[in-house]
């Protein structure tokens, strides 16, 4: 039967520093954002000596608006799409009174109490960007770092002097948010308008009296439309295809609150998401083309505001481009709309700058991992938060990296090199065949699923003494 998420109560405060255990292996952490405070977190109340390297001069990576580091996408009107209880760490629950949906503002103060609850803020080397990691002449891992402080201009960067670390493991939270795709191939024509990705969206003061077109149909496509609507002089929602909108809010709770059993199969979990979407309402009215698969097949695109503002005429849903003409969009259709800002919500790739491509890369965005995690061929390097759950990542990550801590303390082994490769390949085909192929759904896993096995996980590698 469903059941109602409840919150946790928050862990004793950690009062004195914990000091690092030098017998244990040294790790080295790539970012301070949501994954990377929970890598950090793991590993400092465990004794685990590491460093944690931040580029930018604060945490928060994608819930700090304009976050000193320029690769953060978050936008003034951000609120998580995940409830407060739902998101929040298993133990650090989120503040009673925050709402159910959490601004990016109110995000951030919460990892803020998170890091000074467990007091690891010291560990974070800020400023600081690795810019190269190889394996080690003698095994574990070299890793080459650069200041990037606020009185590092761009040309001194490219002859600053350039440390080198060795780690015995890496944790890689760099985010996956942060790379702008643009369509490929561009389209014909010629624009003599504006064109960002939503990546560098922050206001709806870049909108305002604006002639728009937003591309895509995305969490971020939806936020974008809806606050155009309000600011700019018209605004225009190209969408290629039909996706299943949900409603954030249902009988007056935050929908993701009636939740299934972690132990349910995946086609209840679908079933929860068919009614859900039944429930919000379908958008074909509105002139949004129908989606060609179920709600369970792909992330949820959630908003409780488009279907107002698609209803009152402030938006106008077209279908997919067929060329740009100077101040205005052609679209597949014939028809046409005038335009001198174009805002592609078209995705993201994963990239991780630091590794050569022959050591590890994901093309098109598909980089299989044993629990989307680990890879066979490079022990001791570790992915946390590199997926993509219908649910919140911050929960998933701090399940990871207890799961990294117990296998460099001693307490996990992993399986033999072939059973995680055989592992690693049924899980990736079975995690594509539950969605429609697509770069987005290359990580997709199902929260409380994937919680489940990292637990199962955990018992079957204890290792007993």
């Keep these: 039967m469903p059941y109602i998420v409840r919150q946790k109560h928050r862990a004793p ?14 790790v080295c952490v790539i970012g301070a954002g949501a994954s990377g405070l929970a890598a950090a977190k793991a590993l400092y109340t465990a004794g685990v000596p590491f460093d ?42 989120m503040p009673a009174d925050y709402p159910d949906y959490a601004s990016h503002d109110q995000v ?28 080690g002449e ?58 960002i990705h939503a990546h560098d969206y922050r206001s709806g003061d870049q909108l305002e009296g604006r002639d728009v077109v937003v591309v895509g149909a995305g969490n971020s496509a939806m936020d974008i439309a809806v606050e155009g609507s309000q600011r700019a002089r018209s605004v225009n929602l190209s969408i290629r295809r039909g996706q299943w909108v949900l409603k954030k809010t249902l009988f007056g709770m935050a929908a993701d ?94 990239n991780f700058p630091f590794f050569d491509p022959d050591l590890i890369s994901a093309e098109g965005n598909d980089l299989p991992l044993f629990k989307r995690m680990i890879h066979p061929d490079h022990p001791g390097l570790f992915f946390i938060g590199l997926l993509q759950p219908i649910g919140a990542v911050m929960p998933l990550a701090e399940a990871q990296s207890r799961l990294v801590v117990k296998a460099l303390t001693g307490e996990y082994e992993l399986p033999s090199r072939r059973d995680v490769t055989r592992r690693m390949h049924e899980d990736d085909r079975r995690n594509k065949r539950a969605f429609y192929d697509s770069p987005r759904h290359t990580m997709q896993v199902d929260f409380d699923h994937y919680l489940l096995e990292l637990e199962r996980e955990m018992r079957r590698g204890k290792v007993t003494a």
């Design 108 to 135: 951030h103060a919460y990892f803020r109490d998170y890091v000074e609850h467990f007091g690891f803020g010291h560990t974070i080397t800020y400023d600081t960007e690795v810019t190269h990691v190889r394996r």
């Design 257 to 350: 609150q009636i939740a299934l059993p972690s132990w349910a199969p995946w086609w209840a979990t679908s079933i929860r998401l068919r009614v859900a979407a039944l429930l919000s309402g379908g958008l074909r009215r509105y002139g949004l083309p129908a989606p060609g698969h179920t709600p369970g097949q792909s992330h949820p695109v959630q908003s409780d505001a488009i279907r107002d503002r698609l209803g009152a005429g402030a938006i106008a849903v077209k279908p997919g481009i067929e060329r740009l003409e100077s101040d205005r969009v052609v679209f597949t259709d014939g028809s046409q709309a005038p335009a001198d800002l174009i805002v592609w919500a078209t995705g993201y790739r994963v």
């Design 138 to 195: 003698h095994g574990g891992w070299d890793v080459d770092i650069r200041s990037t402080g606020a009185g590092t201009s761009a040309e001194s960067c490219e002859t600053a002097s350039t440390e080198t670390r060795r780690y015995d493991a890496v944790m890689v939270a760099n985010g996956h948010h942060w790379d702008a795709r643009w369509p490929e191939p561009e389209y014909p024509g010629h624009f003599d308008g504006e064109q």
């Design 13 to 26: 405060r950690v009062s004195a520093q914990i000091p690092p255990n030098p017998a244990l292996p040294r």
């Design 52 to 93: 944690c390297f931040e580029k930018g001069s604060e945490f928060g990576g994608n819930w700090l608006y304009d976050n000193p580091n320029g690769v953060s996408a978050c936008y003034e009107t951000l609120q998580i799409n995940t409830s407060c209880p739902r998101m929040a760490f298993s133990d650090f629950p």
